[in-house]
Nanobody, 124 residues
Framework: QLVESGGGLVQAGDSLRLSCAAS????????MAWFRQAPGPEREFVAG????????DYADFVKGRFTISRDNAKNTLYLQMNSLKTEDTAVYYC???????????????????WGQGTQVTVSS
């Protein structure tokens, strides 16, 4: 089970830190990622991190503003979001890829476990 937390209502330029706590299984061996979904059908990739936490991949629209990290000892994934923009408003989901067919998965279909999401709303 994955449980996200840390979302909320903030103003443009503010920061938030999202957490994703895993229970029931260890996540330390798996690639993990954050996705987001604004109203609409598409869930878009935000950032991904390898099992050890020493390499990450970011969508262009968050580079330089967001940082993904993980603490395998705590079985937790994080997303530090700085300089938030109104267009960052969305439900944010964490996800686990236990198969890793591609080395840097960006497609939602590649992930097999998902959290329930946490709402992030950025006002102007």
């Amino acid at each position: 089970q994955l449980v996200e937390s840390g979302g909320g209502l903030v103003q443009a330029g503010d920061s938030l830190r999202l957490s994703c706590a895993a229970s029931g299984r260890t996540i330390s061996r798996y690639f993990m990622a954050w996705f987001r979904q604004a109203p609409g059908p598409e869930r878009e990739f935000v950032a991904g991190i390898n099992w050890s936490g020493d390499s990450a991949d970011y969508a262009d629209f968050v580079k330089g503003r967001f940082t993904i990290s993980r603490d395998n000892a705590k079985n937790t994934l994080y997303l530090q979001m700085n300089s938030l923009k109104t267009e960052d408003t969305a439900v944010y989901y964490c996800a686990v890829d236990t198969v890793l067919i591609t080395p840097w998965p960006r497609g939602a279909y590649e992930y097999d476990y998902w959290g329930q999401g946490t709402q992030v709303t950025v006002s102007s």
